[in-house]
């Protein structure tokens, strides 16, 4: 296996086996002069343990993502792929990158030698299936690109792409054929946290057509009844030669003619002379039909020069990733940086055609508006934290088109604003509706091009009208009863984080009474503090604790259901991003919260009860693995204590993410997980979004250079900083000191160098004045 292919196709395509094809291999010599980021990606990271990461080709934020699958019936493939697995079904066209839910895997292309075989098999009986054995040394992945060997078929496989358009290259040892599963999919089940070889289970698959349009061309269209419960997707796919013969089926039996509909349909394509030639095929994808996806094809790629797509699909990997580098640390340390990178551009993904027609979150196909873009995919509860803070910094023009989806997808929707939507579908996926954070951190960074106003009345009508999910005792109660409501302590939690961000949207749509209201209501986090236990607590309808209480348990009575979403008290406790002097003031001030704090990172790791894999990479009771504990390791800066930040940080850094298959300690989340890793190595983070500020952490490279646009550059520089010069000892900012432990976005932006010294030893007085502490709702503070 490598992330660094620089291939001879006729060592890779011919045989010679793994020795034959890793000798063709070249890896740059690390640190070496003129390194560049593409080279140091390595897009297998993530896709071992709970990453859930694919290393398919794929464009920045691109609708195709072209890669194998190994899987698609267990929680830990997910994307499709796992990197413990040693079969590959075939190469689909769209995958998701680190949830912890299955979807996707469409259009699934299966190149094959000797007689066609239907069944797809299983991990656990791959005998007489289309699956085909390979080894991860004859595998190669980079930023584009994609590339794999079956030692028994001796086929050969290369798979690059174009925005909306995939390109395959494979090389037979003679006759071969390919095999079209339309009815392949994930088979995930939402609710199933297995980690385990499930059974197979059919893919929901509903009003399926594969059409013959000529010998050099297959169209088809599908409706899935997966996660994105009837999601339609459609395809037209192109071949570089003609077949010789069709074989169409429909539940695996033989239909005549050009034409076949239904659920699980599949085609085999009959090549006797694919040994005589490299063997290519282009497949476009379209949300709207399948004139769309052929206008999708014909435009991207009218030619048939794969290695011309892949260099350009390096490009603009190479200009994406240039708009953040680093230098100093290891090669090890800047190739996990890299790939965080690579991953935090991967999603949201594009879901427009290029006349710009789209299928809405009502299932009408509309039109963006000129010089606009409609995406999906995106990941809210997660990548509020910090993937769109990040995007918000490095890709500003990129993330107002995000923002504007966002506002649109609220107008479109029936169910009022999004929370997790994928291919024009609400898939009501987590708690809360943080899309307001998203649009509301916008707003307060001052973006340009949005029409924030547009937003609120769906918004307000969430705020003060609808009764669902249990916003109706929310309101009345100041809390959601545990007894009432699942999850009912987080949605406490995180509706008031919600208040927080609309109270903004009120602002910016000029009702500040709204605002007010909303405000107050986003203290409702202090209606579930139990004083006596130092922790939030869940309550019942009668005002009363639930009991039994363990803070360790994710719920009280966890045969009914959990008071926690993906955490427990100990990390909920610490949920409040907003008003985090008032959570102090709760514990009775900065030395309590300090030690409360302390208490999270040493205490004993088990979980009481049952529990879920998405608690994962604990430090104490922190679990860096899963989002809820992401922003805690910098609320020591509150309290006047950053230095012990700057510790926990580094450790987390050099902790939580190696350059590994199982890299990463949790599902990277469409960015997330990969976006913390940015910022932090940075030495700066987002605690709260909507305040639109950063709080210090600690540097891991000597420089950092980050393109915040309109031609401006923030530089970040460190010197001295190492494995034990973790503590921040002073800070200048275009040269002048800065004694404050944060630093605002608008600063920020206007360009500038921001210098670290950092030592060997804390310096207790840097950000201990409350005046240099970062603001927060219960204390304002100035730049």
């Known amino acids: 296996m490598s992330a660094d292919p620089t291939i001879d196709r006729r060592s890779l395509m011919v045989g010679g086996g793994a020795a034959a094809l890793a000798a063709t291999v070249s890896v740059p010599a690390a640190a070496a002069a003129g390194e560049q980021p593409c080279d140091l990606v390595d897009p297998f990271i993530g896709t071992g343990g709970h990453g859930h990461t694919y290393p398919g080709a794929a464009r920045p934020f691109g609708m195709v993502q072209l890669g194998p699958d190994t899987d698609n019936a267990r929680w830990d493939a997910c994307s499709g792929y796992h990197h413990d697995d040693r079969s590959i079904l075939g190469f689909s066209h769209t995958h998701l990158s680190g949830t912890g839910v299955g979807d996707l895997l469409d259009v699934l292309v299966v190149p094959r030698v000797g007689p066609v075989v239907l069944d797809p098999g299983s991990l656990a009986k791959p005998e007489g299936s289309y699956r085909q054995r390979f080894s991860h040394a004859d595998e190669r992945a980079s930023p584009g690109y994609y590339a794999v060997r079956f030692p028994d078929s001796e086929i050969a496989a290369e798979l690059t792409v174009t925005e909306r358009v995939g390109l395959h290259r494979y090389v037979f040892p003679g006759p071969g054929h390919l095999l079209v599963d339309f009815a392949h999919g994930n088979r995930d089940e939402p609710d199933a946290a297995s980690i385990g070889f499930d059974p197979p289970r059919p893919t929901p698959v509903t009003d399926a057509t594969l059409r013959l349009v000529g010998r050099d061309m297959l169209v088809g269209s599908r409706r899935v009844q997966q996660w994105a419960g009837g999601r339609v997707i459609h395809f037209a796919m192109r071949l570089s030669r003609p077949f010789a013969e069709a074989r169409l089926h429909s539940n695996d039996r033989p239909v005549a003619g050009g034409e076949v509909s239904g659920a699980a349909l599949k085609v085999a394509l009959m090549f006797p002379d694919a040994g005589t030639a490299p063997l290519l095929v282009k497949v476009a994808l379209s949300g709207v039909d399948i004139d769309g996806a052929i206008r999708n094809l014909d435009t991207q790629l009218p030619h048939w020069d794969f290695d011309r797509v892949r260099r350009e699909a390096r490009q603009a990997w190479t200009t994406e990733l240039a708009r953040m580098t680093v230098e100093g640390a290891s090669v090890t340390d800047r190739r996990i940086f890299y790939t965080a990178a690579y991953h935090a551009l991967l999603a949201p993904t594009l879901f427009c055609d290029v006349d710009g027609r789209y299928r809405g979150m009502d299932t009408a196909v509309h039109t963006v508006p000129a010089g606009s873009r409609n995406y999906s995919t995106y990941s809210l509860w997660d990548t509020y934290r910090t993937l769109h803070p990040l995007l918000t910094l490095v890709q500003p023009d990129r993330n107002a088109d995000l923002v504007r989806g966002l506002v649109r997808m609220a107008n479109e929707s029936p169910h009022g604003p999004p929370v997790w939507p994928l291919q024009g579908i609400e898939t009501h996926c987590m708690i809360g509706w943080h899309s307001a954070v998203v649009i509301a951190e916008a707003a307060a960074k001052r973006v340009p091009g949005i029409d924030y106003a547009a937003a609120w009345p769906r918004f307000r009508e969430l705020a003060f009208d609808r009764d669902t999910k249990g916003l109706d005792p929310y309101r009345r109660l100041g809390f959601i009863p545990s007894d009432k409501v699942a ?35 986003s203290r409702n986090y202090r209606n579930l503090f139990d004083a006596k236990t130092g922790f939030i607590r869940p309550r019942l309808a009668d005002g009363g604790w639930a009991e039994p209480f363990d803070p360790t348990a994710l719920g009280h009575d966890i045969r009914h259901w959990r008071d926690f979403t993906e955490c427990n008290a100990w990390q909920a406790t610490f949920l409040n991003q907003h008003d985090i002097y008032g959570l102090i003031a709760l514990f009775g001030g900065d030395a309590a919260f300090e030690a409360k704090l302390d208490a999270l990172f040493a205490a004993d790791s088990a979980i009481a009860g049952e529990s879920v894999p998405d608690i994962s990479g604990m430090v104490g009771q922190y679990a860096h693995g899963n989002e809820p504990s992401h922003h805690v390791a910098y609320l020591y800066a509150y309290c006047g204590t950053p230095w012990k930040t700057q510790a926990r940080v580094r450790m987390l850094l050099a902790g939580q993410y190696r350059a590994a298959p199982d890299g990463l300690s949790g599902n990277e989340d469409c960015g997330q997980m990969s976006a913390w890793y940015l910022m932090s190595a940075c030495g700066l983070y987002p605690v709260d979004p909507v305040s639109a500020l950063y709080v210090f952490g600690a540097p891991q490279f000597a420089r950092a250079t980050l393109d915040v646009g309109g031609g401006r550059r923030v530089t970040i520089e460190a010197p001295g900083v190492s494995a034990e010069a973790v503590y921040i000892q002073s800070v200048t900012w ?20 921001l210098a670290f010294t950092m030592g060997r030893r804390p310096n207790r007085a840097f950000g201990r004045d409350p005046a240099d502490r970062p603001p927060s709702f219960g204390r304002l503070a100035t730049a």
């Open 487 to 521: 999850e009912a302590a987080s949605k406490t939690l995180e509706y008031a984080y919600d208040d927080w961000a609309m109270a903004t949207l009120a602002d910016v749509a000029e009702a500040p009474d709204d605002a007010a209201k909303l405000r107050e209501r």
């Open 734 to 753: 275009n040269g002048r000191p800065w004694t404050k432990s944060w630093i605002d976005h608008a600063e920020l932006a206007k360009g500038g160098t």
